[in-house]
């Protein structure tokens, strides 16, 4: 919870440095931040989408929070609108970071700032940052939380135990994966695992 909180400001701090700089953002209108979130079907992505709208409007800002209920094209048109509609900043948890750059092209050249959230955006020079957990930790965590469970330091085992790692076209599922095999490969190679 204190690396969401954290993030968050961090959005919201971005969001404001730019409202701040902008020659065309007056006292009584700091602008409109949009938000592109993947699916409403998750508590996390709510709970963050709603987060933000609160963090961003105690600074003085407007939102478009959008969900795109895990469809990419949806996701996409939202984005577009969201830049035709003239947002200043966009902060966007990508479904596929792979299929944005036309849109981020598009938002580049009207001046809107790109915010990455917790998904990288790949293919695109149009980000600008890139607000994330330490995707890498999180599977060490994952894989800490198996090793209590199953006993594995006490010598327990050997286990099966079947390994996921997630979508391909998300860049975050390698360091989740990278974090977990640090602790699970020597009980791997062991034959506890």
């Known amino acids: ?21 902008s020659p065309f953002v007056f006292a009584q209108d700091k602008g409109t931040v949009g938000v592109a979130m993947p699916t409403k079907t998750s508590t996390r992505w ?7 709208v609160a963090a961003l409007a105690a600074k003085g800002y407007k939102t478009d929070l959008q969900y795109a209920d895990d469809d990419i094209p949806n996701q996409l048109a939202q984005v577009e609108n969201m830049i035709t509609k ?6 966007i948890a ?26 990288l955006i790949v293919g695109s020079k149009n980000v600008d940052y890139y607000a994330t957990f330490d995707n890498f930790q ?3 965590l994952q894989a800490q939380s198996l090793e209590k469970a199953l006993g594995l330091k006490e010598g327990k085992g050997p286990f099966n135990i079947e390994l996921f790692g997630g979508s ?3 860049n975050n599922a390698f360091f989740f994966y990278d974090g ?9 190679d062991k034959g506890k695992l």
Do not use: E, H
Request: glycine share 10%.
């Open 1 to 21: 919870m204190k690396t969401r909180r954290t993030i968050l400001k961090a959005t919201a701090g971005i969001a404001l440095g730019f409202a701040l700089g």
């Open 46 to 52: 709510v709970s963050d989408g709603n987060s933000m």
């Open 86 to 91: 003239g947002v200043k900043v966009l902060v």
């Open 94 to 119: 990508a479904i596929d970071g792979t299929t944005l750059s036309n849109a981020l092209q598009k938002a580049a050249d009207k001046g809107v700032k790109v915010v990455a959230y917790d998904r």
């Open 138 to 140: 999180v599977g060490v």
């Open 168 to 170: 391909a076209d998300d």
């Open 180 to 188: 977990a095999m640090s602790v699970l490969q020597p009980y791997i």
